[in-house]
């Protein structure tokens, strides 16, 4: 129930995001644009404001599935369950303080800032540091079934889960880099200011992706021959993960190791 509401929630948001930000586009560069440059770097604009709440929202959110996926493979091990949660929070109290300077009558543009990096810093490293630590616990898991399962292989799984954590990872350093690039002086007239192309971009890529894992997980898109591993997922019911047979014999082989060694079963919260 979480994923879906989180997976609906985060598309919501990105819809709405995106459209806030053509809108700023349209009026900017078609309706006003004399004073295209003051419109844009003008933070306190009351569709700038909305369009970033719905920003910082959107990467809480779209970190929690990741902190939420983590703790599940981990079995709710206490230690992982605070490292994922405090994570979450400091990107929250990060992203919200950034934002609050919109709302000065006076904003500090340095404040801002510094807020704004940490808030860069934060999700970056709760994105790597969960998704390697879900990628290991599968990893981990994966000898003890491997013993017993001739040739069977959790590289897809892991390769899933880790590459696409690191796509996100991938972005947020990309947007960081850039942030650290940008005119720090509240004018954008001049300088780099790529940094808008991805960070108008993120909250699509945070709601794509937490997507297509939880997709992959409960539709067993894994599944691609006869080989079959029994493993739970979440909080649900328990799902199959199949791999792929190095041939006919090898198929036939496994299907005859499976068969024998039925009363084994390797359930794991993952």
């Known amino acids: 129930m979480f994923t879906t509401s989180a997976i609906v929630m985060l598309w ?92 000065k009558t006076h904003p500090s543009l340095e404040v801002a800032v510094r807020w704004g990096s940490g808030l860069f810093l934060s999700s970056m490293l709760t994105i790597v540091i969960l998704t390697c630590l879900t990628a290991f616990r599968i990893w981990w898991l994966s000898r003890s079934v491997g013993k017993g399962f001739s040739g069977v292989r959790y590289t897809f799984i892991v390769l899933v889960v880790l590459e696409s954590g690191l796509f ?68 649900g019911g328990s799902t199959t993960i199949a791999f792929a047979a190095r041939s006919n014999n090898y198929t036939e082989t496994t299907r005859s190791t499976s068969h024998e060694m039925q009363p084994y079963s390797a359930k794991e919260d993952v």
């Open 168 to 235: 996100m990872a991938a972005a947020k350093i990309t947007e960081y880099v850039l942030f650290t690039l940008t005119p720090d002086d509240g004018n954008g007239a001049h300088g780099l200011n790529s940094l808008y192309i991805i960070y108008e971009c993120m909250p699509q890529i945070s709601g794509i992706v937490p997507t297509t894992i939880i997709a992959i997980v409960n539709a067993n898109m894994t599944k691609v021959s006869e080989t079959r591993v029994p493993v739970v997922f979440g909080t």
């Open 12 to 103: 919501i948001l990105a819809t709405v995001h995106i459209s806030m930000a053509l809108r700023r586009l349209i009026t900017a560069f078609i309706l006003d644009p004399a004073d295209a440059i003051p419109y844009l770097s003008d933070i306190q604009q009351p569709i700038n404001r909305v369009k970033d709440i719905f920003y910082i929202t959107t990467i809480v959110i779209s970190d929690s599935v990741v902190a939420w996926r983590c703790i599940m493979v981990w079995k709710k091990n206490i230690y992982i369950v605070i490292l994922s949660i405090s994570s979450v929070i400091s990107t929250a109290i990060c992203g919200y303080g950034a934002i609050a300077q919109y709302f």
